[in-house]
Each structure stands twice: as C-alpha cells, then as structure tokens.
C-alpha cells in the first residue's frame, strides 16, 4: 500500500521522488522533534546538506496540519520540497513529501488535488492498518484455539489411557465391556480434537473426515478380536462446526458400537456403510451395518440400553435434529437429520 501511493504521488505530480515519514508518538507532553522514519521512498532521494531542515518541516506539516514547502539544498543543487499531512479522522500518521522537479511550482488545481491524494492516501492507510491488526488478532486467538485443541485431545488421551490400564486388569469382569465402550467414546471426542487442532480444520470439518477418525480408532477399541469389520466411507461436502464435529464423532461411534455388540454378534466379519447428503437444507448422515436388524416397532427413545439413549438425546438436544433406525434389507440402517450450525449454542 505505501509503495503504491508513493508511485502514484510521484506519477501525479511528476516530482523526481516521493517519501512517506511516520513521526512517533511524543509522550508526555514533550516537544522535542524526534527524526520522522521513512517508511517507504521512491524515486531519486537525493542527498540532503542538512536533514535537520527537512525533518523541521514534516515536524510543522504534521503539527499545523496544513501543507508546507522549502527550497531544501541537496548535494547536486537546491529542489522544492512538498511536505502534505496524512492525517484521518483520530490521528495524524505522517506526512508524503514531494521532492518537485527544478522550476514547478503548484498551482491551486493541483495543490487540491494533492489535497485529495492525501486524503485517499491516508484512508488506505488507515484501512491497511485495521486489516492487518484484525488479521494478527484472528492469527492470536486461532493460535489459542488450537493450543486448547491440542490440551483437551492430551487430557482426553491421558483418561483413556488410565482406563485402558484398568481394563486390561479386569477384562473377565462383568463391567468391562461398559469400560470399553467408555474408553471408545472418550477417545472419539481425543480424536476430534486432534482433528481440529489442525490450523485449517479450526473452524470445523467434513463429516466423511469425522467417520473415518471414528472408524480408526474403532479397530484399536471396539472391535474385539476375530472379528473384522470392513468400513465404507463415501467422499462427504458437507462440513459441520468443531461442536457439531464433535458431536457426530460420539453419535458414530455409539452407532459403530451397537453395530459391533448386537449387529455382528456371533459372526467373524461385517460392514458398516456412512453416507452423507442434503435433504431440504438438513444434514442427513446415514449409518448402516449388514448385522441383525433391530425388532420389529423398536423407538430408540424408548430404549433401555445406554448406547440408545446417549444417541437420541445428543441428536434431539445437542444437534436440534432427529434419529431414526430401522431393519433395512440387508441390515440396520440409522439416519441422524439435524440443521448443520444450529447445533452450535446446545447444552
């Protein structure tokens, strides 16, 4: 941006150069003249006898607010120099000089013309400004987000490992099955985390990505051994936020456990198919296994087992959406609807 507007000043006014001087701040009511910076210069500089003069009278422009010029002595003879403010609305930032070919001299049209230059010149500036200490904010709180990310995956990794240690000494136990399905819920959420610790998944990401985090921690959890379990996971556009994504990631993975528990008992393989599309601006995620059907008549809702209920209350009040499931004719079929970002503020 500053290069542009010094190429463009000079370019208007056909000056052999052009600088931008930022003067800084004076603190405490002290008026002693710090040298202005140069923040950007084009064209031929010039080699001043006495930068004292110049400095003087950007120090004058930016205090009166008003534009001044000088016959200023350079080491290859004497040029006018142009000093205008570029000063907005809260603050004065500094000053464009002009250094003006041998003999110019303004005329009222083009002084108001200048006049404007400037005022453009320093609007960009300002909005230059305001761009980029938004972007280093957004920079900061992504920063932080993904250190939480990262914290609450480590933490969430920590207790499932803890448990795993338990039920490792206790697998004959009659609670252990529950012990794993906890552990397997536990590290769904880790692995979502882990997902969204990513700088360009901060926002959220698509469901088939939510599945396949699920169906790989799945295999170190869930599924027991002799048992294989192949998973089909179609490519997926629809992209939900980090709540909702962390959301489905439990509801899958309740949906993969119930599959494994009651679809695939007593068998050595099975299948489980997630598909994804929109239906009248909803999210409709479908979960399908080629296990036992559920009975005839069965209301989630009114189900007695854990897995169930955890199911259809995540989708009813986290999601603000509904959970159906069904015998289909080769299996179970589970169809979670929900309004993708509508999830976002439930408890």
Not at 26 to 50: C, K, L, M
Not at 162 to 188: F, G, N, T, Y
Not at 211 to 218: F, K, M, T
Not at 259 to 266: L, M, N, P, T
């Amino acid at each position: 941006m500053l290069r542009l507007i010094a190429e463009q000043a000079v370019e208007l006014m056909d000056a052999e150069a052009a600088a931008i001087f930022r003067v800084p701040h004076r603190s405490g009511g002290s008026s002693r003249e710090v040298a202005p910076t140069v923040e950007y210069r084009v064209g031929h500089a010039g080699n001043f006898v006495d930068e004292s003069d110049r400095d003087h009278l950007i120090w004058q422009v930016v205090r009166s607010g008003a534009p001044q010029a000088i016959d200023n002595a350079y080491a290859d003879g004497s040029n006018r120099l142009f000093c205008l403010p570029l000063r907005s609305a809260r603050e004065t930032l500094g000053a464009l000089c002009l250094r003006l070919r041998a003999g110019t001299e303004l005329t009222e049209d083009e002084l108001g013309l200048l006049q404007a230059f400037s005022d453009a010149a320093t609007l960009a500036i300002e909005n230059a400004q305001l761009y980029q200490d938004a972007r280093h904010g957004l920079e900061t709180v992504s920063a932080l987000l993904q250190e939480m990310h990262h914290r609450v995956r480590n933490n969430l990794q920590t207790v499932a490992a803890l448990l795993s240690i338990h039920l490792r000494q206790e697998e004959d136990a009659p609670w252990a099955v529950h012990l794993r399905e906890a552990v397997s819920r536990v590290q769904a959420i880790a692995a979502v985390h882990d997902l969204l610790s990513d700088e360009s998944r901060l926002g959220g990401t698509t469901v088939d990505v939510i599945a396949r985090h699920v169906a790989d921690e799945a295999h170190g959890t869930l599924i027991p051994p002799g048992l294989r379990v192949e998973f089909d996971i179609a490519p997926s556009d629809i992209e939900v936020p980090s709540r909702q994504a962390t959301v489905l990631a439990l509801l899958i993975n309740e949906l993969v456990s119930n599959a494994v528990s009651h679809g695939f008992e007593g068998r050595d393989r099975g299948r489980i198919t997630v598909r994804t599309e929109r239906v009248n601006g909803l999210a409709n995620v479908e979960v399908a296994n080629d296990g036992a059907g559920v009975p005839e008549g069965f209301d989630p809702a009114e189900s007695q087992g854990l897995g169930m209920r955890i199911v259809q209350r995540l989708v009813t009040s986290d999601l603000r959406g509904r959970f159906d499931i069904r015998s289909g004719d080769t299996g179970t079929v589970a169809t979670l609807t929900f309004p993708v970002g509508d999830g976002e503020g439930g408890g």
